[in-house]
């Protein structure tokens, strides 16, 4: 991870301008100025203590820069190998199906090095909540292209932004998955605004409450800013991200089998 030094007051804002929970034991974050990654934890966070999980849920991270939020969580979390949280997740649902099992996962982790883990996980139809923390980059070693990246979108290896002819297309993993018969939540949301972490929340929550209803497999996909590993300053961050990985698919609720019951 590369992380860009501020001084002072400056540093002290925007380090904190996302944190502050009750299950965060830090109001600093150890990740970059402008990442979207804690605004995202801050969310799954606070459905957690809305809903009264925090003392029977169990999160597992993938490899990634989220990872290094571990020590400021105060939920239960464990640590995966990459790609392999949601087979980690299934083994522990499967033991103790009282408790509640989250993962949460870059893009590099869940589609590019780990996409036959959750596309098993998510056709056995394991009760288990998969949040992807989709910023379109392995951000954790430099900002290199992923599966998930955005056509256009700015990467160490597509400097020039990705390009379908030399690149390959970006595989839509929400979408994919939504087609699947043992998936019953899929939604897609992000935290580049006011809106877009209120939505967020309202996804979460949903898919929280298909796991306790033991309805199928849930994923969220989160939109979060990496400026460092897009080469841009924090504060263009989620208009850029909005302009790349926003309009791939698009945001909103994918699949509910809720409401089609
Ligand atoms: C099998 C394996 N290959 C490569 C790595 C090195 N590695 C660690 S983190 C990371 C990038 C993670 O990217 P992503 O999952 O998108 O998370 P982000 O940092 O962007 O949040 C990589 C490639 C690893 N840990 N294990
Ligand atoms: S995801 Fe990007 S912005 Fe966030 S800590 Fe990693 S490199 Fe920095
Ligand atoms: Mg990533």
Redesign the pocket.
């Known amino acids: 991870?590369t992380t860009i030094e501020l001084q002072g007051v400056a540093r002290q804002a925007i380090k904190r301008a996302s944190f502050g929970s009750k299950l965060l034991l830090s109001e600093n974050h150890p990740l970059c100025p402008g990442c979207g990654?804690p605004v995202a934890a801050r969310v799954i966070l606070d459905v957690l203590q809305q809903l009264e999980l925090e003392q029977r849920t169990i999160g597992i991270f993938?490899?990634?820069?989220?990872a290094l939020m571990i020590r400021e969580i105060d939920v239960d979390m464990n640590l995966a190998?990459?790609?392999r949280a949601p087979a980690t997740a299934t083994g522990i649902k499967r033991m103790r199906p009282e408790t509640v099992v989250f993962t949460m996962?870059?893009?590099?982790?869940?589609v590019?090095?780990g996409l036959a883990e959750v596309l098993h996980a998510a056709a056995r139809g394991e009760k288990i909540t998969c949040f992807l923390?989709n910023?379109g980059?392995?951000?954790?070693?430099g900002g290199q292209m992923?599966a998930a990246s955005a056509i256009g979108q700015r990467t160490k290896t597509a400097i020039e932004g990705r390009d379908a002819e030399a690149h390959g297309h970006p595989i839509p993993i929400a979408k994919i998955l939504a087609g699947l018969d043992g998936v019953s939540y899929v939604a897609r949301a992000s935290v580049h605004n006011a809106a877009g972490i209120t939505m967020a929340k309202r996804f979460v929550k949903r898919a929280l409450e298909h796991q306790l209803e033991r309805r199928g497999f849930s994923l969220v996909e989160i939109l979060t800013m990496?400026p460092t590993?897009w080469v841009k300053k924090a504060s263009e961050g989620p208009e850029y991200m909005m302009e790349t990985l926003g309009k791939q698919i698009g945001l909103g609720e994918l699949k509910d089998t809720s409401q089609s019951a």
């Open positions: 991870m990654h993938g490899h990634g820069c989220s190998l990459h790609g996962q870059g893009d590099g982790d869940m590019s090095e923390l910023n980059v392995f951000g954790d070693t992923t990496c590993g």
